[in-house]
């Protein structure tokens, strides 16, 4: 399969999860408008040898990172996902936003996103959702305006964590669907982030 593109990033807070069932997510909200999505998934790879050959071997995932380019992430969003605290000014109606500067942890929110792939010469779109993700912004720049327009893009960089889902016991870290048109992978994506 060959994958061409990727479209709309939502994400949602987690509202209540208990080992074994599903979790459920509160309202959710675009997270900006995707540039790029990097998924790095660590895995325990380390084979048991006994008789001089490989007896056991473990391959399981045990961590993963996602890091979203955006077009933007507004303060607004920020704040739901846990990064800064709103504030109303005392004076007028202008909005102050505090940033988490210490090791207060952003809030685990459900996070969804769409790839665009062609086979064959026929486009399809495939879902993708990670279960619990904690965000944070790690890095900002600033550049004056040249003689060409240099963008300067934000990056959110994500931990994830594996949840139990249902009784096999076996932590889930993102579930994966393919749609044949855009509206029914977005679909798909705004039901789990609770988009209406």
Not at 124 to 133: H, K, R, T
Request: with cysteine; charged share 20%; proline share 2%.
């Amino acid at each position: 399969m060959a994958f061409i593109g990727l479209r709309y990033v939502a994400v949602a807070k987690l509202a209540t999860h208990t080992d074994g069932s599903a979790p459920t997510y509160s309202a959710g909200k675009v997270l900006g408008k995707a540039i790029n999505a990097d998924l790095n998934i660590t895995r325990a790879n380390n084979p048991l040898y006994a008789d001089d050959a490989i007896a056991e071997e473990d391959n399981g995932i045990t961590g993963m990172t996602i890091d979203f380019g955006l077009d933007d992430v507004s303060e607004e969003v920020q704040a739901y996902v846990g990064l800064c605290k709103e504030l109303t000014s005392g004076t007028g109606t202008a909005t102050v936003y505090t940033y988490r500067e210490t090791s207060a942890p952003a809030d685990d929110v459900g996070t969804g996103y769409i790839r665009v792939r062609q086979m064959n010469n026929v486009i399809s779109y495939q879902g993708i959702w990670i279960y619990s993700v904690k965000y944070s912004l790690n890095s900002e720049s600033a550049r004056t305006k040249g003689e060409n327009v240099e963008w300067q893009t934000p990056t959110m960089n994500g931990t994830a964590k594996g949840l139990y889902i249902d009784s096999s016991g076996e932590l889930t870290f993102r579930d994966k669907r393919n749609f044949d048109t855009f509206d029914a992978a977005k679909a798909w994506v705004n039901g789990l982030a609770g988009i209406t």
